[in-house]
C-alpha cells in the first residue's frame, strides 16, 4: 500500500497543474478505499457467534386495525416491579421487537403496554411462548389491540380543531394564525397543563413534527415557484384574448374554449393562480362582447373547481390525498380525468341553459382604442423566458407520469422542476422566493400538528368507527354518503383542513376493502372536496377571487346569487363524479 | 379648463354615477379625470397561496374600464382622462385630487347590492377632501 501512495505522489509531481488536480482525485479516492477495506466487518445478525437473544416481536393496532406507534412495551418477570426488557412499537406499522436477556428464569413473564390515550394492557405469555423463549427463540405475538380512553387532552384538542374551523370559517382570524392558535393550544395545553394533570397530555413536540407531512410542504413550496414564474408571462392572459379572437363573437364557442382553458391550467397548475389570471381579462371580453361578465366568469371558476381534480397537482386537496394515500399522478389521471371531463360537458350544458339569455345577445363590437387595449392586456411579457418555462414544464410532466415508473416522488420532481427555472428561466433567486407563500407553508405545518392532534387524541377513531357503523360494510353506500357529505361540508368550511382531518378517517375505512379498489374512498374525498366548492359563495378559494375581482369591476355577487347558479351545478357535477366513481370501480374489473 | 376627479367602475351603478358626472361636466365647461384604485385586499381572504401580481391584474382591468368611461365621456362631447392608482382608496383619492388639482371630486352613490364604499364611509370621505384640501366633494 505504502508503494502504491509513493509511486502515486511521484505521478502527481510529475502531472501538470490541471492533471495534478486530477492525480489528487484519485489519490484521496484510493485512500478512501484502503481506509474502507481496514475498517472492521459489521457482523451480520445471528453470525456473531453469541448467538441469537430470545426476543419478542409484535404489533400493536387500535380498533380499527391502524398501527399504533410510540407505544411502550415493558416485559416483566411476575412479582418483578422492574421491566427485563423494553421496546417501543414503530410509528409505521405498530411493530415492535423487545429482547430479553440471554438466560431466563422458569418465572412467569407478562408484558404491558401503554400508550397515552389508550387504555393500559396487560398480556401474559403462554406456557409455550415462554418455553420457546427459554430456548433462546423469538416468538411472535398475535396482534395487540388498544382501546381508546377520552382523556382531557381528547377534549382539548377537539375543542382546539373545531375553534380552528370556525375562526377560519367566520374570518375572525387570518387561516395561518387560526391554525397556528390551534397548534399553539395543543402544544401549550400538553406540555404546561400535561405536567399538572397527565391526562391533559395530547401530543409531544416531537410526535407533532412527525405529523408535518414535508412532502406536501416540498411539493407546494416548488409548485409556487414555477407557477409564479410560468404567470409572469402572460401566458392566461394571451390564450384568454385567442379564445375570443377565435370565437368571432360567439359567446357559448367563448365559453366552451375558456371552461376547457380554466380547467386544464387549474389542472396542470394551481386553480387561484388560474382564476387569478383569467378572470381580470375574461371580464374585459365580456365587456368587449357587451356580456354580464358573471356569464362567463362564474363558468370559468367552475370549471377550475372541476378541473383542478384531475391531476395530483391541480388542487392542495388532491396534493394531500395523494400524499397520505400514496396515490400517484398517473393514478389520479386514470381514475378521475375521464369523470372531469364528463362533468365539464354537464357544466356547460347547465350554463348554456342559465345564461341563455345572455349568450344569444348579438356581440356589441369595441372601438379600436378598447380592442387595442384588450390585445395589449394580454400580450405575451416575455416570449423567450416563456418557451424556456414551457420547456421545463413540459419535461416535469413527463417526469410526473414517468415517476411511477421510476419511484421518482412527485416532490422531487417539483423540486427538480422548481430549481431547473431558477437556473436556467429566471435566476433572480430572491424575486423568484418572493412567489413562495410562506404564511400558506406555516399554514399547512400548523394544520398538520393540529389534524395528528386530534389523531392522536383518537377523535378520529371515533368519527371512522361511527361512520364504518353508517356505511354497515356496503362500499358502494359508504361512498355516496362520503362524496355527498365531503361536497356540502365543503360549501360551508374550507375544504383543505377538512380534508386533512378526513384523511386518517378514510384511511380507517379503507383498511380491508377489496385489495383491488382500497383507495375509492380517497378518489371520493377528492371529488366531494373539490366539487363542493361550486356549492357557496365561500365554498372555494377560486370563488373568493373571483368574487373579489368581479366586486373590484362593479360586478358584485351575493352569496345569495351565487347560490342560485353554484348550488345546482354542484349538484349535477357532484353526481356525475358519484357515478363516474361507481362506474370506474365497481363496474370496471380492477 | 377645470378638473373634475370621478371614481368610477364598470357597471350598472357605476354608468349613473358616470352619466351625471358627464352632465356636470357640460355645465361646468370642466374635463373629466376619471380614478380607479386597484386594491387587492380581497385576496387576504383566501386560504390558499397567491403567487400572482394580483394588483397588476385588477390594474389592467380598471385600465380597460376607464377606457370605456373615457370613450363614453368623449362621444358625449367631455374631454375625459383616467388615472389607476393603488393601495387605500381614501388615500388614493385625496393624493391624487391634491397632485392633479382638481375643482371637484365626484362619487357614485353605493348599489343596492353589497358595495365596497358604503355610503357612510363616503360622506366622512367627502368631508376630509372639503376640509383637508378645500376641494368640493359630492355624491351623486
Redesign the interface.
Known sequence: MLDLIRSLRRAVRRAGPLSRHFNIIILVSVLFLWLCARLPAVPAAGQDGEGVAPSIAGRVLDSQGGPVGDAEVFVYVDGQDEPIAESISHFEDGTFLAELPGHLSRATLHLEIKRPHFEDKTLSLSVEDQADLRDGNTIRLLDIVLTRRVTLGFWVATLSFVGVLLL?AF?RL??TTATLLGASVILAVSYIGGAFFPGAHIISFEEAIKHIDFEVIFL?MSM?IV??IL??TGIFQWMAFMAYRLSRGRPIILVIILVVITSVASALL?N??TM??MA??S??IA?ALNLD?LALVIPELMASNVGGISTLIGT?TNILIGSYADIGFNDFLINLTPGVAIALVVLVLYVRWVYRAEYRKIAGGI?P??YA??ED?AQIKDPAKLRKGLIVFAVMLVLFVAGDALHLNPAVTSLLGATAFLVWVDTDIERMLE???W??LV?FMALFIAVGAIQEVGLVSFIADFLAGVTAGQPVMGLIILVWASAFISTAI?N?PFTAAMLPVIGFLSVGLDPGHTKYLFYGLSVGSAMGGNGSLIGS?PN??A???L??????I?YAKFLRVGMPAMLLTVLTGILWLLFRFFVIPA | MSIILCA????E??LRTQTRAIAIAKERGASLLYIFV???R?????????????ET??E??????L??AK?RAEQAGVAAEYVVARGNFAEAMKQTARERRVDLVIFGSP?E????TQLKFLETLCQDITGELGIEAVIV
Open positions: 377560519m374570518e387570518h387561516n407546494v409556487m407557477v409564479g404567470e409572469g394551481d387561484v393562480t387569478l389570471l381580470p381579462i371580464l374585459q365587456l361578465p392542495p372601438s382604442t378598447l387595449k384588450l392586456n412567489h413562495v407563500d404564511t400558506t399554514f374550507a383543505i378559494s373568493v377571487v368574487a373579489g375581482i366586486e373590484r369591476a362593479g360586478y358584485p351575493t | 368610477t367602475r364598470g357597471g351603478a357605476s386597484a386594491d387587492a380581497f385576496i387576504h381572504n383566501v386560504s390558499e397561496a397567491i403567487v400572482v401580481d394580483a391584474e385588477i389592467h382591468m380598471g385600465e380597460f374600464l377606457l370605456m370613450e348599489g347590492e353589497s358595495s365596497v
